[in-house]
């Protein structure tokens, strides 16, 4: 099993930028995708933004535009930059790494947006 570290949260005011960071224990390239995921207070955790093997990236309707996620395959990094951001945004941040038999998560970063 693959070990997540987040790193990069903390309080933003609204309109303003935050770039996550999650560190992978083992190359990124043999995972089939990694994407971030969110959990507010008193809600579900929801899907944010997913990259696959190949690069292709997908994201939830009420961040594109305003959130990209990337990765460096050499240093085993996946990143989650936020901009213009929102009081709603406010929540834990949780990378996830996915393969065939293996569903990997970090602990969790918290973001809050103040208004």
């Known amino acids: 099993q693959v070990q997540l570290v987040e790193s990069g949260g903390g309080l933003v005011q609204s309109g303003g930028s935050l770039r996550l960071s999650c560190a992978a224990s083992r190359n990124i390239f043999s995972i089939n995708s990694m994407a971030w995921y969110r959990q507010a207070p008193g809600k579900q955790r929801e899907f944010v933004a997913i990259?696959?093997?190949?690069?292709?990236?997908n994201y939830a309707d009420s961040v594109k535009g305003r959130f990209t996620i990337s990765r460096d395959i050499a240093k085993n990094m996946v990143y989650l930059q936020m901009n213009s951001l929102k009081p709603e945004d406010t929540a834990v941040y949780y990378c996830?790494?996915?393969?065939?038999?293996?569903?990997?998560w970090g602990q969790g970063t918290q973001v809050t947006v103040s208004s």
């Open positions: 990259i696959t093997s190949d690069g292709s990236t």
């Open positions: 996830n790494a996915w393969r065939p038999g293996d569903n990997s």
